[in-house]
Each structure stands twice: as structure tokens, then as C-alpha cells.
């Protein structure tokens, strides 16, 4: 569309939208149904994401050693550990260390020690925590196979003494993937749906002013000259629709959120105001494609120009 033209191609835009507004009205909420919906669910993944990494943020190794390991050997091994890729931190835990966790977490501790007459069963261990808590998996294979832990480990079994939660964690994972693809395939249904109302919206425009579209060829009017309106009107009607979306999105965000906030406090997650500003700006680009192709689209089909 030449720049010549644009004023022309807005006004009679605005013509036809004022003129054709229940069709046009019907476009709009159609697209800000759309969008809204899908900025929801971007914000709502974000939400879910940033409680997931809470939890993976807990997602830690425990690796028990021998008592008849020297200490050499485990001061040896944590230096090595330290040392390899995606491990953030390795705390080392004494005996006494581990019996003070466990009275502390189990009503029947106290109970339970006296039973022992005052031995301390417990083995002492080194607890990994990693960058990457989605590779917990690779990291513990790592340290069973490793040579140096084989010579300290307790018991003698390695599989037994390398722990992370094996089921929770792969739950975890996979709940994470659910959620990731479920969000990719509502945002490209709605989409569609929305790029699929306008397409039809500019074929009824099309059609109701096929007259005056035959008489502007016939006076040597351009391709362009034509398109311009109809082009014009879909990005119109995208670009309503999707500020609505982001009016009713601030509105959750200033309003909804900080209840969901207050109400979850054992499970914490952020939404930062660049996910939202991010969010907004995607629907704005995702509204002006969904019109220029809309509309590009059923002038292809149906103006035959």
C-alpha cells in the first residue's frame, strides 16, 4: 500500500467499520476473545513455570558415604565434585549432622534413638545441588559410575546410596512438558480461529462492495489502490481487539493476581512486569498478522484483481 494511498485506505476503513459495525463489532470481539485467551495462558504457564522452578529449585542429591571411608578420600571426592559442570553447591554432612536433620523432621526421633541405645546408624553424606536441576538424572548416573565414590560409598551399593526422589522428579519433568505443549497448542488454535473470523469478515466486505470494486478497475484503479481499505479495516479490527486483550490483561494483573498471590503462599512464583510488557507487545504483533493476512488472504481468494 503506497504511502499516498494510506489516507484514503484508513478513512475509507473507518467508513466501513462505522458503517458495517455489528459485523465489524463481531470481528473485534472475536479477536479480543482470542487474544485474551491466549495472553491468559502465556501469564498463566509463566505462573505455573515459575512455581515448578521453585520446587526444582529443592531438587538436591544425597550421596551416603562409608563410615570406613577416610576422611582424605571424602574431602578428595567433594573437591571433585565441585569441580564438574552444573553443580552449584555440596554440602557435606557429618553423622551428628544427619541425626540433627532427623530429629528434627520425625516426631519419633527421640523414641527411635533410644531404642538404639544412643547409636547413631545414620551415614555420614555429601547433598549436591545443581544449576540445572533438570539434569538430576545425569548427575546422579555420573557420581554411581564415578571410580573414586565406588571406593567411599556406603554400604557397598551404589544405587541404593545415590537418592534424588527418582518419581517425584520425573513427574515433575514431564508435568512441565505437558503444560509447555498444551500452551503451544492453544495459542496456535486461537490463532487460527481469530485469523479465520477475519478472513471471513473482509470476504463479506469484499462481497458487499463488489460493485464499486468493479467500477474502480474499470476507471484504472491499482491492485494496491483496492486492497488498501480492506487491508486497512483487518488490521484495524486485529489492532481493537488486541488492545482490549491487553486492557482486560492489566486488569487481571492489577486485580486477580495479587489474590492468587495471597492465597498461594505455600507454592511462590513471579510474574514480572517484562513477561507482562513482553505478553502485550507479542499480542499487538500477533493482532496486526492476524490482520494483514486475514485480509490478505480473502482478497487473494475472492478479489479478482
Request: one cysteine or more; charged letters at 20%; aromatic letters at 10%.
Amino acid at each position: 500500500m503506497a504511502p499516498s494511498n494510506l489516507g484514503y485506505s484508513l478513512r475509507e476503513a473507518g467508513s466501513h467499520f462505522t458503517r458495517n459495525w455489528t459485523t465489524s463489532l463481531g470481528a473485534v470481539i472475536t479477536i479480543f476473545l482470542s487474544l485474551f485467551i491466549i495472553g491468559l495462558f502465556i501469564i498463566g504457564s509463566a505462573m505455573i513455570n515459575s512455581m515448578i522452578g521453585s520446587v526444582q529449585d529443592t531438587v538436591k542429591i544425597s550421596a551416603f558415604i562409608s563410615d570406613d571411608a577416610s576422611d582424605e578420600d571424602v574431602e578428595a571426592f567433594m573437591e571433585k565434585i565441585e569441580g564438574w559442570d552444573n553443580v552449584k553447591n555440596v554440602e557435606f554432612k557429618t553423622k551428628d549432622d544427619a541425626l540433627e536433620d532427623f530429629q528434627s523432621s520425625s516426631s519419633d526421633a527421640d523414641a527411635t534413638i533410644s531404642a538404639l541405645d544412643g547409636e547413631n546408624p545414620l551415614p555420614r553424606s555429601y547433598t549436591i545441588e545443581m544449576n540445572e536441576p533438570s539434569q538430576v538424572e545425569e548427575m546422579a548416573n555420573k557420581i554411581k559410575q564415578d571410580s573414586d565414590f565406588q571406593q567411599i560409598v556406603d554400604g557397598g551399593n551404589v544405587d541404593e546410596s545415590v537418592l534424588y526422589g527418582q518419581e517425584e522428579v520425573a513427574r515433575l519433568f514431564q508435568f512441565t512438558d505437558y503444560i509447555r505443549l498444551a500452551a503451544v497448542v492453544l495459542v496456535a488454535l486461537l490463532t487460527f480461529v481469530a485469523f479465520i473470523f477475519i478472513n471471513n469478515t473482509i470476504r463479506l466486505s469484499i462481497t458487499a462492495r463488489r460493485r464499486e470494486i468493479a467500477i474502480m478497475r474499470l476507471v484504472g484503479a491499482s491492485n494496491g489502490f483496492i486492497r488498501g481499505p480492506f487491508v486497512a479495516e483487518g488490521v484495524l479490527q486485529a489492532l481493537l481487539g488486541s488492545l482490549l486483550a491487553i486492557g482486560c490483561l492489566e486488569l487481571v494483573r492489577n486485580f486477580l493476581m495479587p489474590l492468587i498471590q495471597e492465597n498461594l503462599k505455600f507454592m511462590p512464583f513471579n510474574v514480572t512486569m517484562a513477561m507482562y510488557l513482553a505478553t502485550y507487545g507479542s499480542l499487538i504483533l500477533v493482532g496486526i498478522v492476524i490482520g494483514l493476512f486475514g485480509s490478505a488472504i480473502a482478497m487473494r481468494r475472492y478479489l479478482k484483481v
